[in-house]
């Protein structure tokens, strides 16, 4: 009889030789060996290696990564690509209302420069003029805010529907695979 010490992580593999005996922490095996002569015992174990990856994190980069080590296969690859695909549309849209929100802050800006002009003018003729001019200026930068305000909500409710489907494909993705 020959034991084997039975180590809490390790899994005798199926395509191995199987034990006579298990005992606590020990495997037993049985081992016809004739006089004067040598026998070797190949006992094959497979330890299950884990790596865990938050979704929301992985780039096409750490699929190009996971491609060249071989972790992961074509199934997976493609799960993957069309969650990082998702998450580009995202970021996207993030990008453009970050876009829409500086050009808002812009406006704001300029209509207080204006305010303060029109602040200081005294009254005389060329001052009605330029106050005409501002009363224009900021009349058109309301009607450009209006829009603008209009374009986020939209773009911030694509966004938001975007993200919901990126979500959902995360919660989605169920996969078994051994490599």
Do not use: C
């Not at 191995?16 to 174990?45: C, D, I, Q, S, W």
């Not at 800006?109 to 303060?116: F, T």
């Not at 106050?131 to 930068?141: A, C, F, I, S, V």
Request: charged content about 35%; overall charge negative; proline content about 2%.
């Amino acid at each position: 009889m020959i034991e084997h010490s039975a180590r809490p992580e390790w899994k005798l593999r199926e395509d191995g030789v199987k034990p006579e005996e298990k005992a606590a922490g020990l495997y037993r095996f049985r081992l016809n060996v004739a006089p004067k002569t040598t026998e070797r015992l190949e006992v094959n174990e497979a330890k299950p290696l884990y790596t865990r990856y938050e979704l929301n994190l992985v780039t096409s980069d750490d699929i190009e990564l996971l491609l060249r080590q071989n972790s992961i296969n074509a199934e997976i690859e493609k799960a993957l690509r069309t969650i990082a695909a998702q998450k580009k549309v995202v970021a996207d849209l993030d990008g453009t209302i970050k876009e829409q929100q500086k050009a808002i802050d812009q406006i704001f800006a300029d209509q207080g420069r204006l305010r303060e002009n029109m602040k200081a003018l005294k009254g005389s003729a060329e001052e009605k003029t330029l106050l005409q001019r501002y009363t224009k200026q900021l009349d058109e930068e309301e009607t450009q805010l209006d829009a603008l305000r209009k374009k986020k909500q939209d773009t911030e409710a694509e966004q938001k529907l975007a993200n919901a489907v990126l979500q959902k494909m995360i919660l989605e993705l169920q996969m078994d695979v051994s490599l």
